[in-house]
């Protein structure tokens, strides 16, 4: 990039597009580079102030609602969203306390502190036998769609749906636990 010798100077007063490209070129010396960390975190950040936005309109709509139902289902939402946010934040501190060398209270810790002891190994086992009875829950919620699918309209089909991918996804945390514990 080429240096310009003093930047209070037009250099090209006669030229506008000599002007614009100085002007430009002005810009972007004074602007400090991103690195990829900070356009990572404010990629999350920008996603945890969706998320809040979101959750806010749900509540609204949730509170406005008379009908039971409309409010279970609702709070069924609003209850995910407000995890994803906090789950965005996490994220968002963890990169952050990277970028600056610091620990926020809200970041992720605890990866280096994984090492086999008695509490992880105790650990380690309980991890097995959740994901078998999350696995074994899968296969019973199955069991009651194709039962309960006539009823209400489809409706308990549909929670039960979303109770089945909210064991596989607990699946997929426990097997990633287990995954980082066995290295340990």
Known sequence: MAQVPNPGAILFPDDPEAM???????????????????????????????????????????????????????????????????????????????????????????FGELHKDKENEELLELTVAFIQHEKEGIKDYKRLIKSSKNYYRGLFAMLLQTIIRDSEKHVEILEFLRQKLKQA
């Open 20 to 110: 614009i490209f100085e002007r430009q070129m002005l810009r972007e010396q004074q602007a400090p580079e991103i690195c990829e960390i900070e356009k990572l975190m404010k990629q999350f950040d920008a996603h945890e102030d969706q998320e809040g936005e979101f959750l806010r309109q749900y509540q609204e709509i949730k509170e406005k609602s008379k009908n039971p139902l409309i409010k279970f289902l609702l709070q069924l939402i609003i209850t995910d969203e407000e995890k994803h946010r906090a789950t965005m934040h996490a994220i968002a501190a963890t990169l952050d306390g990277d970028l600056t060398w610091t620990r926020p209270k809200d970041a992720f810790r605890g």
